[in-house]
């Protein structure tokens, strides 16, 4: 649709999913994400690099309000999903993680069988109304996470039991199986080998047709391989965001630079 | 990969799309966060009554055994009269202890005749009639009072002919009555008190005779018989217990630290090792009555150390507390760092001076902590100690002297407190509510040093 | 006190010793510690543990083995004439065994002379009464033959005494001279000394061994005992629990049995969904703050003696359930001391013991999978019933089994709030009685030990035992699986 970058450069054409605004997250006394100005874009793979601490992952986690479970953690600024403002009293963090999903580092799967893992968003929501429903999700989902052919004679066996390439694309089957319209990846291929890494590489490319992504990345290399926008951050501030090519090489910020050609990180 | 999982989502089954805005929950999530709140609920609930049982086990501790700790007594001007004592008036101390206890009696109904004349009471028993050797003013008063009076004589002979205040001990159905435990429904049946008493009892209340004082004697004091619970104290059996706590402690600290050390430092990884710990963990879990029996048959039947001591008291509860000691010790030998064992060796000290110049002192708050609730446990712990003979009416003696204190029968602490709760009289029951606030204040006492300790020295590596 | 002054006098030579070894070994280097191989202190140590511990080992050991031996041939003595109808060689002994005590305590009491103690003849004396003035009640008079044995015991036993006090203290004077002739400066001293207290180490690790040999030894003799005079099918079976001090009692097991586990039934009703939910809500829900609060106030519950329990049991929480379930209420209540005044209090006890076994179990499931379940936006509640509770399940699973072990082996709470009665009933509000307020009741009467009503006792100990054993083992081996599963 937007073959032309400059054009996606001014955002105006595309459909802004996430808005956050003045963004700020303490941790007790520190102070961990300062003055985040970011709107993600739909359908789009965005990613978040930086050296470690910088609050990637920090940020990451306010976009679904994983950040309320950390009892010490603050958030204020102003996050908005499609117009509605998600740290709303209103808003049921329930109903938004059901809308924005999340991967996380570690394949954390269920001490439960396949089956029952990728099963388990669809029942707590309610998505289907009978087994034939909840049969067809799971089989639908494991396939967009290109795992089906894996494990389809044996869903009924532990998912512990996958290595962890597997596990990670079962984590994202049970996490697309609820139907998100975001989908969050927390460096979702750090705990993988190369060749599970360009499987979770490749499913991430496909899935960019119907969520809008956005992955934290440790690696340069795969946020380039990966991702249309690019966002730098730097202790705890958003550096420099804009389109992967033009961050990988025309960086406008020296930090940015710094941190491409490794001399921070 | 092809498009495949992109047609696959189109043309999935029916889904209800989420077109909802995230400022109003749908029905479905007002109907999860209802189980939510009252899932919760049953949590705060299950919390609430944990609290609320303490809370009325401490109030029921509080409310039913403070009373223990006063006892109503009479001041009264007692005549310690010469041809009632000393009729030979030699002051020979065979003569005087001649003298039987019920001899006193005509003493104490004097003395009390006395006070109700000087306060212008009017009762009826002011002129009843002594039969045999009682009168029915006797029941005003402890059984203990005229021994009391008998020893104080013999104690000092030249009390006799004299006239000296004396706090004498109310009975204990006097006593409940100024404590609200007997009242006036109660006593119609019982005919240890009758209502005439009482008035007497409130009238010498008003003027200041009968009154409730600190009850030093219940803390200090010897047990005493069914008869006279007013008496009746925890003090030897307190002994009885430091007896055992010297035992336990003497024996548990150096064995559990050596076992540890052994196991934690030491051992190698084999079957004979394997079958310790095993062993261990196994022993921690028995029931500690088996303890007793295992006391009974080996302690008492087969090496025939003395029934109902101390020793043999301790010895039972250094097998029982081995256990605790033993885990909270390898818990803190491993808590200590590799890096400092690698620091002695790494200057040429042997594996033991390694652990004994390093280790054991880097892991000893944690030790003493762990040993000083393994003390605690053992405090209150009382199954095994009936089965060797700790109970009954047997600590009514002080011991004479340290040998006899390990060696002489005496109770303890918890096993004096179910004596005092299988009793009929409930006079007894109050002592042994009040038997439990001591108990729990030394037990209290004790896991406070243990929280301190670990405070204090406790490390973070 | 002899032993005592043996051991002291062998600890007494072991403090000789470390100064002698001490010197010897500085004297043969000339004073200078670097021709040493160790340091001086070791050699004393060395000269020490020799002295010390091969004498008191074998003390202990002597004192084990005397009154057997004694025993065997004092009762190899008495000749059969002197075992009447209607008692054992074993009652007589103890007899015996009774009469030499008196006599040494009437020594000792100055009320009768060594020669007297020696010589006496019950033709002659009436040695019961001269016995009761010192305060040895004896059941009998005493007859010609039981005297004679007693004589003999004491005379055997005094012998023995002699004799080990002599050899304990020649092993301590020969441990001191061995070591201090192999004690130069080229003896390498530490080595020894370390290899010393490393047996010594280990003697105490094996203690642990030598209770539980304890425990099934003193168990199974006295069992096997017990099913000669009575046999093992009733016991196992019977349905009536009537002991008579008399004889002629019925001691079946099964209602004692039924009182136990509908007791330990009723107290993890009220302990596990109790002790389980304060888990749940002070780990996943609550505040910093109200858990640094609630945790260790529920926490005080486990430390409470249990004879407190009891005691809550008998005076307070019996009387209200009487007030509510008796006479004057329901009426379906008899006493204040019944099954469900004990379960109840019982479960109380346990509460803590649920919550935190618990507590540590679902805090040991990995974050990560809380997150996992969040993140698909799962309630709190949803996470802990669908992930954190079934992937805690054997862990949780092992924590009640052990507890149940502590509510079968629980003592004074049943003594005292469960009643005396051993009924097969099904009503909770009548009193029934357990296996271990048995075990206290038949040990502490006045039975004679080597009666069947005594003996019991221990039947009922094996019992418990083998029950509460075979739980922990199970419940041990599941938590220990578990805990694996995540490390």
Known sequence: MYDNPDLARTTVTRDIKIAAHGCQVYYGDTHAIRDVDIDIEDKTVTAFIGPSGCGKSTF????????????????????????????????????????????????????????????????????????????????SSLRRAAIWGEVKDRLDAPGT??????????????????????????????ALDPIATAQVEELIDELRGQYSVVIVTHSMQQAARVSQKTAFFHLGSLVEYGETGHIFTNPTDPRTESYITGRIG | MTDVPFTDASSGPARPARTGSLLEADARTRRRNAAEARFRLYGIAAVGVGLFFLAALLYAIFSNGIGAFQQTGYTLQIEFREDVLDKTGNRDLEDI?????????????????????THGIDTPLADAKVTGFSSPLDKLFS???????????????????????????????????LKGRVSRESI???????????DLIDKLREAGVATKGFNLAFITGPDASDARPEQAGLGVAMLGSLYMMIVVLALSLPIGVAASIYLEEFAPQNRFTDIIEVNISNLAAVPSIVFGILGLAVFIQFVHLPQSAPLVGGLVLTLMTLPTIIISTRASLKAVPPSIRDAALGVGASKMQAVFHHVLPLAMPGILTGTIIGLAQALGETAPLLLIGMVGFI???????????????????????????KRADPAFYERAWGGIIILLLFLMTMNIIAIILRRRFERRW | MPVLWLVLIVFALGALGFVLGRRRALGGAGGDIRLLHSLPSYYGTNVTLLTVVPALFLLGIWLLVQPVVVDARVSAMLPDSAISEGTTRDLVMSDVRRIAEGLDKAVAEGAMTHREARDIRAEFTDVRNRLGAVGVALGSTVGAPELYAAQRYRRIAGEGSLAMTGVVLALALGGVALSLIRTTPSFRARNTVETGIRYVLIFAATIA??????????????????FRLYPAWDFFFGTTWSPSFGGGSELGILPLLWGTFYISIIALAVSVPIGLFAAIYLSEYASPHVRAFAKPMIEVLAGIPTIVYGLFALLTVGPLLLKVFGQDGVGIMQAGTAVMTAGLVMGIMLIPFVSSLSDDIINAVPQSMRDGSLGLGATRSETVRQVVLPAALPGIVGAILLAASRAIGETMIVVLGAGAAANLSLNPFEAMTTVTAKIVSQLTGDADFASPEALVAFALGMTLFVITLGLNVFALYIVRKYREQYE
């Open chain 1, 60 to 139: 990451l986690r306010c976009l679904n309000r994983m950040n309320d479970t950390i009892d010490i953690c603050r958030v204020e600024g102003d996050i908005r999903l499609d117009g509605e403002d998600i740290y709303d009293k209103r808003v049921d963090p329930v109903q938004l993680r059901a809308k924005v999903g999340m991967v996380f580092q570690k394949p954390n799967p269920f001490p439960k069988s396949i089956y029952d893992n990728v099963a388990y968003g669809p029942r707590i929501h309610g998505l289907a109304r009978c087994k034939a429903d909840l049969d067809e999700i799971v089989e």
């Open chain 1, 161 to 190: 039991g996958l290595s962890g390439g597997q596990q990670q694309r079962l984590c994202i089957a049970r996490a697309v199986a609820t139907e998100p319209e975001v989908l969050l990846m927390d460096e979702p291929c750090s």
């Open chain 2, 188 to 198: 119609e049946r019982d005919k240890n008190l009758d209502a005439v008493h009482l």
């Open chain 2, 143 to 177: 059984d203990g009072a005229r021994s009391t009076l008998r020893d104080m004589v013999l104690a000092d002979p030249s009390l006799i002919g004299q006239t000296v205040a004396v706090r004498i001990l109310a009975s204990s159905r006097v006593d409940g009555y």
């Open chain 2, 395 to 421: 600590a009514s003696n002080y011991p004479d002297g340290a040998i006899s204190g390990f060696l002489a029968p005496n109770s303890a602490m918890p096993a004096q407190i179910y004596e005092w709760a």
């Open chain 3, 209 to 226: 061994i030598l209770t539980t040999i304890g425990i099934v030894l003193s168990l199974v003799f006295n069992t096997i005992d017990f």
């Open chain 2, 97 to 117: 202890k001649s003298v039987k206890t019920f001899a006193y009696s005509p003493l104490l109904r004097a003395a009390m005749l006395r006070e109700i004349e």
